[in-house]
């Protein structure tokens, strides 16, 4: 088979057909800063700095990631909080420094942002880097969730976790406004970009299984989650990058119904985390969707080269042969100070494992 | 009530989470002559126990926790100033707690934080985004015989190992223990941490084993 080249590559898992190796996305954010000389707070605080940090990263390293702009405690400042930008040491992505939500009756007195005239917060961000991506063929990932995560940021996250069984009522209302701004996110770049060059990126570490109980991510996650996709599919967006972060086995079930209930053409990729074997999601989504690795991302920060090679080899003898493709990626974001050759040992597992000719 | 079954009203009111129960009953306690210091050990420390286990079991979770541990520090807060001080009973040893340099996410640290205090050490709380001479100098300070250090980020973890590198240095006496997300036994073997807590069940244990060896 002739070489694909990276967009080629991505075209045919997307097709459903087999390219000629497994591709590589190494869910890089921050990483990206560091081997391009920008400070991680600026790919944050500027969406062309993103775009030019993550578009160059890319061309260096011959990936198959586009572009994208998203953090884990995205909401407060959507929602008229504060956010603190990674420039400290050891920072990696915007904090939160002010909640919106600290009382039930800010929940109440909370507005929805809404994406008429100018966009909310880090939204403003990523449309930058949407509009570079679609002038240049390149899917605009859009982060749509999760509502609940963002919900735990957005309110003071204890308080929030203790009002799901002292005040449901107000987390219930408080998750229905969160995401009601993912609504409009999605309705504000579908119209934009246009369906077809959207990517919803979906997906958060508060719904893990060590903080969250399948029966509360069924009763307080779940909906909304549902609420969301049933908004994509009715857009018409061909793909959704999901992110169930850390350790959600326990809350597997719920997904699989998800994706049962919305009976959806589209794609997923499943990106889980370093906990749920690759075989347990082949046989979950492997018949509709994309499964991507899970490589351990601390193991990438702090292993050798060989010892990445190797880890990654196990994903990919793992997962290559899923029926509706597989892609190479860590179970997380790739580790922002890791030394590039750990990127290189991606790529040459991808090479010399993850070959289909 | 007899003391046997306030203790066990007080332990079930902890496991429920129940903090206006909680205070009822560590008020009867201090009004019918009960030793605080019974109180607290055979009431909220069973009941944050039972907790723990729960959590093991994946039978409780994090917004449960939360609430028991509310309801633990209110019976707490009201029987802790009627201690009686015993000289002759050795001081519990001191652990500095505090979340890497680069993080500010701190509700798992906190529930180790509360953990160990239910545990009896004596907690010096140094909060989050710690820079690594922090962590040093406080445990130089109050003499402490451990440091429990937490991260969630894979940036924040390489901030870790100055600090056991810190500690050789300027307070060898000191053992580090470390836990986040991104953790493992085998990282923490690798920047020679003396204990890995995979959550706040198993740092007290290894904090117990550390601070009794």
Not at chain 1, 198 to 204: A, L, R, V, W
Not at chain 1, 229 to 258: S, T
Not at chain 1, 352 to 357: I, N, P
Not at chain 2, 113 to 136: C, H, S, W, Y
């Amino acid at each position: 088979m002739a070489r694909m080249t990276p967009p080629e590559r991505m075209g045919a898992v997307m097709m459903g057909e087999k390219p000629d190796r497994v591709p590589v996305v190494p869910f890089i954010l921050g990483y990206s800063a560091q081997i391009t000389g920008v400070s991680i707070g600026d790919i944050y605080a500027d969406g062309d700095k993103c775009f030019d940090a993550m578009f160059n990263s890319m061309r260096l390293h011959g990936y198959e990631q586009t572009p994208m702009y998203g953090y884990a405690s995205l909401g407060p400042w959507e929602f008229g909080g504060e956010v603190m930008f990674p420039y400290g040491k050891g920072h990696s992505a915007p904090s939160v420094t002010k909640h919106p939500v600290m009382s039930i009756e800010d929940i109440e007195n909370l507005e929805v942002p809404t994406f008429e005239k100018e966009l909310p917060g880090g939204f403003k961000e990523s449309d930058k880097v949407a509009k570079r991506c679609v002038a240049m063929g390149m899917p605009a990932t859009i982060q749509t969730g999760s509502t609940f995560t963002a919900s735990s940021v957005v309110a003071e996250t204890s308080l929030f976790l203790k009002w799901i069984f002292k005040e449901p009522k107000a987390v219930h209302l408080l998750l229905e406004k969160v995401s009601d701004m993912f609504v409009n996110a999605l309705e504000y770049f579908a119209e934009t970009y246009g369906p077809e060059h959207c990517m919803p990126f979906d997906g958060g570490p508060v719904e893990a299984n060590t903080i969250l109980s399948p029966k509360q991510f069924k009763e307080f996650a779940y909906p909304y989650m549902e609420k969301l996709h049933k908004k994509i599919k009715e857009l018409g967006m061909p793909a959704v990058l999901m992110h169930p972060c850390a350790d959600q086995n326990l809350n597997i079930p719920y997904y699989v119904e998800l994706r049962k209930k919305l009976n959806w053409e589209g794609r997923y990729f499943w990106l889980f985390g370093p906990e749920t074997p690759i075989q347990d999601q082949i046989d979950n989504f492997g018949d509709h969707d994309i499964i991507c690795g899970n490589v351990d991302p601390p193991s990438i920060q702090y292993k050798s080269y060989e010892d990445v090679v190797r880890l990654c080899k196990e994903n990919i003898e793992a997962g290559k042969d899923s029926p509706n493709g597989f892609v190479l990626a860590p179970g997380c974001e790739f580790p922002p100070l890791a030394p590039p050759i750990k990127v290189m040992a991606m790529m040459d597992a991808a090479e010399k494992y993850g070959r289909y000719d | 009530m007899d003391k046997e079954t306030l203790f066990k009203k007080l332990a079930d009111a902890v496991i429920d989470g129940d903090e206006d129960e909680t205070a009822r009953l560590a008020q009867e306690a201090l009004d019918t002559g009960i030793d605080p210091y019974d109180a607290i050990m055979q009431g909220c420390n069973k009941g944050m126990a039972e907790v723990s286990d729960r959590y093991e079991a994946k039978e409780m979770f994090v917004p449960e926790i939360l609430l028991s541990a509310d309801a633990m520090y209110a019976a707490i807060d009201i029987l802790r100033p009627h201690l009686k001080v015993d000289d002759t009973v050795a001081k519990p040893a001191t652990i500095i707690i505090g979340v890497a340099q680069g993080d500010i996410h701190d509700i798992g640290k906190n529930l180790v934080k509360m953990m160990l205090d239910v545990a009896g050490f004596n907690i010096i709380d140094v909060g989050r985004d710690v820079p690594v001479e922090t962590f040093v100098e406080k445990a130089v300070e109050h003499n402490a015989k451990l440091v429990a250090i937490s991260a969630l980020m894979t940036t924040s973890m390489m901030n870790m190992e100055p600090v056991i590198e810190g500690l050789k240095e300027q307070h060898s006496g000191a053992k580090t223990i470390v836990g986040g997300a991104p953790i493992s036994q085998d990282f923490a073997d690798n920047i020679g941490a003396a204990g890995y807590g995979k959550d706040a069940v198993a740092a007290v244990r290894i904090a117990k084993k550390l601070t009794e060896a």
